[in-house]
């Protein structure tokens, strides 16, 4: 897609943990005290998830645990998911190669799935594609990052829409890019495929 292109390098200086599952209807339940998911299991990644509501869980989860918790920018998600690869998906350039990874439309059955079901990258984060749309912090920027060399980039400081990374369920291979950028609206009746996986700083 043009908001992708042309590729460019981007460093990160800062380290970071980041979660190796989405965050469970489990863990959102034990923080939080609600389930807004449309389909149903403790292990599947919590669903219909509006991005305040992300930034909220990451704020109670950070009082809770005495550590800074946040989501992932669109940086530090990209980078987690190619784990080093330059390839389609973490896990190659074929339709083949997707379905090890992820649950997308032609395998999902409709539905989400437990995490942590399918491979895992050279990282060991699961899940990085498909199952569910996940949060970034950024604001949704047209032009990514101004395709120039950038350092710990936060992309623009407003914008319309949130940025949102990996696919989903219902998302056909295209849509489960590495480079694949979504854009996140920020009311309930789109928040229904996204969901997040955090960071600890």
């Not at 292109?5 to 800062?14: E, G, I």
């Not at 980078?79 to 896990?91: K, L």
Request: a negative charge.
């Amino acid at each position: 897609s043009p908001d992708e292109k042309p590729a460019h390098p981007v460093t990160l200086t800062q380290p970071f943990y980041m979660g190796k599952y989405e965050v469970t209807q489990e863990q959102y339940q034990a923080v939080i005290g609600a389930n807004p998911s449309g389909f149903k299991g403790r292990d599947n990644p919590v669903g219909m998830v509006l991005w305040d509501e992300a930034q909220e869980f990451c704020k109670r989860l950070s009082g809770l645990t005495k550590q800074t918790i946040r989501l992932p920018t669109e940086a530090e998600w990209e980078y987690g998911c190619r784990a080093g690869t330059t390839t389609t998906y973490y896990s190659g350039d074929t339709e083949a190669d997707l379905a090890r990874v992820a649950w997308y439309s032609a395998n999902s059955k409709n539905t989400t799935h437990p995490v942590g079901q399918k491979e895992p990258n050279a990282f060991g984060l699961y899940d990085m594609h498909g199952n569910d749309w996940e949060w970034c912090e950024d604001w949704f920027g047209d032009d990514y990052y101004g395709k120039a060399e950038a350092e710990n980039p936060q992309g623009p400081e407003q914008g319309s829409f949130r940025v949102l990374r990996g696919g989903a369920w219902w998302g056909f291979p295209e849509g489960c890019r590495s480079a694949r950028r979504g854009r996140g609206y920020l009311r309930r009746s789109d928040g229904s495929f996204v969901s997040f996986r955090v960071v600890v700083v």
